[in-house]
């Protein structure tokens, strides 16, 4: 579920303004509220009790010539990025030791698009668990508060034999940190250890050294890590690595589940949905308490007879809709589409009894749901089947299911049926 980012933006120029709104809008997710002095933004962030997810402010303005403003912001502890629209050694130093987020140079509508792509970056980071493995406690708690200013999740560790121990306790942990000189397990026999059990796309490594041997990077990067910075290391280069990684993951999370989705639907397709629903069915079975688990298969009716009377596209649109509405109704189970108009769903937790009352609900959005094809409503119903016995396989309980539902067709269709 995608949830809107709150966005203060405090600028003065009536131009820029005027593009950073219209890039909002574009991108969507962002709901910005606009202040163009440092007065109207106090305004808006006491009337609005500070719930602000992050700001985008102008360096100087007309009553906050000296950086006001970012003072005001990072104070309401709101992450700040800062517009500006010139630039010195000294100014950005200055800028990034208050703590913000990050500076933009004012050099037009790619400058302003990345600041609102790094809005969304903070977002997203929440999710991101972070692992910093440094036998220096200042190191960690430098990196820590890097981190944290980017809304990272961070986990420490001392040396690389801890590492390896928090990261089976922290199994969701997609970055890892390390720094080559460390007792017990430096960072690049720690690297070596953990390839043998995680893929380059499945935990990020980023070696650090400050050690002067300039083949360093390549033996990290040669045994398994993904990237290498050179302590001391610029700020900057650090959140660019870091975003360049988090990004790298995300592209292969998105194809992954890309070749696991059914393309017409949005929902799993029939051979993941097997994998998932088969080790659901096995772990309830050598659990020590069995769990009630429903397997339902359901169809549309008369999926045929539309495709005949309004077209391909037309059916595609139906099962687009029934996608939608069951994919939003089952968020918390497993649901799929097997082949043309058939579905099938995994509902662990959950009698046959549950589940035909669960799918009442269902049923009666989608015959609600009027479809428009060519200025025509076109009413769509449900028939399904449900089992829940114990000790089945998924072919047995899909079976199972296909005979409840053939006997629901029998009887007229359009309801779900687990007896």
Known sequence: ???????????????????????????????????????????????????????????NLPDAPDGEVVELCLSRKIPTIVLTGSFSEERRERLLATGIVDYVIKEGRYSYNYALRLVKRLKANEGIKVMIADDSKTARHYLRDLLKRHRYEVVEAENGAEAIRQLMAHTDTRILIADYNMPQIDGFQLTQLLRDKYEKTDLVILGLSGEGQSSLSAKFIKNGANDFLRKPFNQEEFYCRMMNCVETLELVEQLRDSLRRDSATGLWNANHFRELATELLETNEAAEHVKPISIAVFEIDDFDKINADYGRDAADRVLRTVGEIVGEALSRFYACRQMGPTFAAALPGIDAARCVTLFDGIIARVNNHDIEIDGHKLNVALTGGVSDATGLSLDKHLEQAERRLQNARTEGGNYMTAG
Do not use: P, W
């Not at 709901?31 to 163009?36: E, I």
């Open 1 to 59: 579920m995608t949830h809107t980012i709150k966005l203060l933006v405090v600028e003065d120029s009536v131009m820029t303004t005027k593009i950073i709104r219209h890039l909002c809008l574009k991108t969507g997710g962002i709901d910005a509220r606009y202040a163009s002095s440092r007065a109207e933004a106090i305004s808006i962030l006491d009337s609005e009790q500070n719930e602000f997810f992050a700001a985008l402010v102008d360096l």
